[in-house]
């Protein structure tokens, strides 16, 4: 009796689901999405990067002791399942677009929950996943190549590394000049993103120095167009560093990209999905892309060496001689970035010791010994996330930049990637034009 009263309620909800219109059916899924990403949320702190939507939305019942793995996977299942059932509908282009990527983050629901859960995957397996993509391997000859264009660089006798950072040395930030550099730094990034898009009028950020992290910076949107900026102050802060955090965390970086998305998506259509941002999804390759690329977009050519030459090497009380040079060598290190992959690829995948990981960090990433030990710890909270900063990087620079486009077209793409609900996929080479 029991069960055929069930069948009789299940019946009846999937009558009335079939009878909803397709928006209604979406904004429902919408906001069960968000429910899980809570959900898993409460068993994983670092899950939720922000979340700016209804209270009604989040877990009404304590946490359970143990993570209920089942039921999680099962409700992302049913899920998933639901957007296949509406994508069969003929739903219009925007709507499709909406479910396909709600589908793809659901995909990093799924890795996420069996990774709480303790379950081991391979780094490639977990960064599909998570982020969608598979980041290229290249072999260690490929970092040995760019390794000697900077060992011409730079002058000087001993590791490549130390002269490296002997170079650094001449840039590091007094600490008392922090705030003041990288206030002077945000100001020019906001002005620059300003210039090519309207920003929502309350928009703002706080700045904040912290230590004991083992990032270097982090952006925390807050909802409404605020966000709390981060700077981790652990190891020494570099001129470069003001540019990074004013373009990458700020503008047009994380802020810009979360306050479009706000504003375009959450209270331009309603799209509840939005205003939960999961840091283990496909929508942190696109948050970390574009944030990197975007600095190279704010200071295209020799900007950064200008900028910090005339505004924020004086401001720091700090001579300009090398700056040249440095940002020569800062711009060669970029491209040895990729090592950190491999560093992690090769830890997480137990291919490789920490000592051969902290080796590979110093040797063709140019890490101190100091920070590739803050490198480590970083890989061991957050590990396939690294690729987005680079990989990331390279697929949104392909997606922007198309033959004969200009630096106005670039801004323009650049807004549209920040405004839309945009999948990994959908940078991918052999997908573009989908
Ligand atoms: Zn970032």
């Known amino acids: 009796m029991k069960q055929l009263l069930i069948a009789a309620v299940c019946l009846i909800w999937l009558s009335c689901q079939s009878r909803l219109k397709p928006d209604t059916a979406i904004n429902q899924l919408a906001e069960n999405y968000v429910r899980l990403g809570l959900q898993i949320g409460a068993y994983d702190p670092a899950f939720v990067d922000a979340y700016y939507g209804p209270d009604s939305l989040k877990p009404k019942y304590p946490t359970a002791a143990v993570l209920p793995k089942d039921s999680l996977l099962h409700a992302a299942n049913l899920q998933q399942q639901e957007i296949d059932s ?20 659901l ?23 998570l982020f969608g993509v598979t980041a290229p391997v290249f072999p260690e000859s490929h970092y040995q190549t760019l390794v000697q264009q900077l060992n011409q660089l730079l002058p000087g006798k001993g590791l490549l590394s130390e002269r490296f950072q002997q170079l650094s040395n001449h840039f590091i930030i007094p600490k008392e000049k922090l705030d003041t ?8 990034c906001r002005k620059r993103t300003r210039s090519h898009y309207t920003l929502p009028g309350k928009e703002d950020f706080r700045m904040e120095f912290v230590t004991g992290k083992p990032w270097n910076g982090y952006n925390w949107y807050k909802g409404q167009y605020q966000s709390l900026i981060q700077i981790n102050t652990d190891l020494p802060v570099l001129i470069d560093r003001a540019i990074d955090v004013g373009s990458h965390e700020s503008y047009p970086g994380h802020h810009v990209y979360n306050m479009l998305l706000e504003q375009n998506l959450y209270r331009g259509k309603g799209w509840v999905e939005i205003s939960l941002y999961p840091l283990f999804s496909p929508q942190s390759l696109i948050a970390e892309g574009s944030a990197n690329y975007g600095i190279e977009l704010a200071f295209p050519g020799e900007e950064k060496v200008k900028f910090s030459k005339e505004v924020l090497l004086p401001l720091a009380g700090l001579d300009t001689t090398g700056i040249e040079a440095y940002y020569e060598a800062v711009s060669l290190r970029a491209q040895l970035n990729y090592a950190r992959n491999e560093a992690a690829r090769g830890l997480l995948n137990g291919t490789m010791s920490e000592t051969e990981a902290i080796r590979w960090l110093v040797d063709y990433a140019l890490f ?23 990989f990331g990087m390279d697929l949104v620079r392909h997606y922007v930049e198309t033959p004969g486009s200009t630096q106005a077209d670039h801004w323009k793409k650049f807004g549209q990637l920040l405004s839309n609900p945009v999948r990994s996929s959908d940078l991918l080479p052999a997908e573009k034009g989908r």
């Not at 739903?91 to 909406?98: C, E, F, G, T, W």
């Not at 995909?107 to 996943?129: C, L, P, Q, W």
Request: hydrophobic letters at 40%; zero cysteines.
């Open 86 to 105: 509406l994508l069969k509908t003929g739903l219009a282009d925007s709507s499709q677009q909406r479910l396909h990527w709600i589908s793809a983050q």
């Open 107 to 129: 995909t990093a629901f799924h890795r996420r929950i069996r990774m709480i859960a303790g379950e081991k995957s391979s780094f490639d397996e977990e960064s599909k996943d």
């Open 181 to 188: 550099v990288f206030k002077a730094a945000i100001a020019e």
């Open 368 to 390: 101190t010994p100091g920070s590739a030990a803050k490198s480590l710890d970083f890989i061991r909270q957050y590990r396939s996330y690294v690729i987005n900063y680079n």
